[in-house]
């Protein structure tokens, strides 16, 4: 099931990948990693922290 998962934009179902990547952070709650479509649609995925 992990395997089928995919990056895509909330707007408009493209695939988001290192060419849209903009911003990686890492807060308390996990890494964040923004996105920006060719929509203009930014999404934002939260994943484990690396620690």
């Known amino acids: 099931m ?3 998962l995919t990056c ?3 707007n408009c ?3 988001l990948g290192d060419e849209e990547w903009r911003l990686t952070m890492e807060t308390g709650g996990g890494v964040r990693h923004v996105y920006e479509c060719d929509c203009t649609c930014v999404t934002v995925t939260v994943g484990a922290s690396s620690t």
Request: proline share 11%; charged share 35%; aromatic share 0%.
């Open 8 to 10: 895509a934009c909330e």
């Open 2 to 4: 992990l395997g089928e």
């Open 13 to 15: 179902g493209d695939p």
